[in-house]
């Protein structure tokens, strides 16, 4: 459930980045999942408690609940209300050098029949979670930084999907340079905590292996900003005897005016089974592709998206939300040879005297997917998504609420039943020290 250090997300973004933060009030302010994953965290605080003390300690309390309500394709209803959070203490770095950290997160029933559990903020049987999902050392040697143990990882394919109560989270030991152009990060992960689990289990396990071993992933990911608005980047997840994931993306904003803005992104996706291939079923070797424009004009920003998914396989994504540019609420269309067409709409209403308040409508069509192992055709998709955002102005007392409403509506083609759900989640995020 942790408040998010990172800008706010693009209108037509993936999914996992839309639960984030509200769209901003220009294509400029986007985050896309390649480059987004070097944004830098909050600053480190420079304050010298004592010559081997330096920073503020800080201990923040953030507290979230969650009404979920979905009805289904075959008519079953998965519904909760939950109520949780989570505390997060960060020390003061001793000689400059190395702080912990740790979070605590929970999310407990405050409603929900046991027969309609499933709605990914409880446990089977809507039974709470409670769990130390943090604990690390940092590390600061001049440029580098080394996070060891319990932490979130912001990747492509490897993050917090953070849109239920609680965010995945991953025992790894990271080391990054973000201090110049050319960034890069290496991670070895062991274990994931999925956010609807108390407990972490081994990378191989949560990718579907069912043979025992267990295995992790190790990630090496690279960003060159030739300059102000453009960005390549690449990252590559080696999931050891299971699965290798590559990911690289090219973006580009240009200010066309002080009001207009343009922005143009290019992604490309590669996965393969490798090594001893534990997953169950046949080896694969599949590919996805993206392409994404934005126009910002007065707070306005419109998105149009295009994905393409290989004929073979589709594309998994078990350690985080999918990357491409057309996933959204219910769906991330990346079945076997899926083509996504996609559109979004965003506007910040301060513009006209609204301070806060903002508007996301976003709709995709997928069609061409086809079974991955029979090669049979499976129903066209369409999916619209509508949220609505508020957030008090930093003047208010109340200026750390965080209020969102959303919805999703599913039309699958040759089906009588329409798929819809309903969520609303409040948030607030209070400094204790």
């Known amino acids: 459930m942790c408040v998010a ?23 400029e302010k986007v985050v896309t999942p390649g480059d987004g994953a070097f944004e830098e965290e909050r600053p480190l605080s420079r304050t010298r408690l004592t010559d081997w003390l330096v920073g503020d300690p800080e201990l923040t309390l953030r507290v979230r609940t969650y009404l979920f309500l979905r ?48 709605t990914g903020l409880l446990q089977p049987r809507q039974v709470g979670i409670t769990a130390l999902g943090q604990i690390h050392a940092n590390l600061n040697i001049r440029e580098y930084r080394a996070r060891l ?5 912001y990747k492509p394919f490897l993050n917090r999907n953070d849109s239920r109560m609680i965010p995945n989270t991953f025992q790894a030991y990271t080391l990054q340079d973000h201090s110049g152009a050319l960034r890069w990060d290496l991670a070895h992960v062991d274990k994931i905590k999925p956010r609807d689990d108390n407990h972490f289990v081994s990378m191989s396990r949560a990718a579907g292996v069912e043979t025992g071993e267990d295995r992790g992933v190790t990630a090496i990911g690279a960003a060159w900003r030739p300059r102000e608005g453009s960005s390549l980047s690449v990252h590559n997840l080696i999931g050891w005897d299971v699965m290798n994931t590559l990911y690289a993306e090219a973006d580009t904003s240009h200010p066309v005016s002080d009001e207009v803005a343009i922005r143009l992104t290019a992604q490309f996706m590669h996965q393969t089974s490798i090594g001893d291939e534990l997953l169950p079923g046949p080896d694969f070797d599949t590919w996805g ?59 910040d209403a301060s513009r006209i005297g609204l301070p806060g308040l903002t508007a996301l409508a976003r709709y995709v069509h997928g069609s061409h997917a ?54 609303v989640i409040v948030n607030y995020a209070l400094p204790v020290w």
């Open 71 to 118: 009805y289904r394709a075959n008519g079953d209803h998965n519904d909760a209300w939950a109520g949780g959070g989570s505390i997060e203490v960060l020390t003061p770095r001793l000689f400059d050098f190395v702080s912990i950290g740790a979070e605590l997160f929970t999310s407990q029933r405050l409603w929900g029949p046991e027969s309609r559990d499933g």
């Open 289 to 347: 592709v993206g392409l994404r424009a934005g126009v910002s004009a007065r707070g306005i920003i419109l998105g149009l998206a295009y994905t393409q998914i290989d004929r073979d396989r589709r594309i998994r994504n078990p350690w985080g939300g999918f990357p491409g540019f057309n996933s959204l609420m219910t769906r991330s269309f990346n079945r076997a040879g899926e083509r996504g067409v996609g559109v979004g709409l965003s506007y």
């Open 370 to 423: 086809r079974d991955g192992v029979t090669h049979t055709s499976l129903a066209d998709v369409d999916e619209w998504n509508l949220t609505f955002d508020y957030r008090f102005p930093a003047s208010h007392p109340l200026r750390r609420l965080w209020i969102r409403v959303r919805g999703a509506i599913l039309d699958v083609e040759r089906s009588s039943r329409t798929p819809n759900q309903v969520r």
């Open 149 to 153: 143990f319990r932490q979130t990882l």
């Open 5 to 27: 250090w990172v800008v706010a997300s693009p209108v037509s973004a993936t999914e996992y980045i839309n639960s984030e933060e509200p769209p901003p009030d220009s294509v």
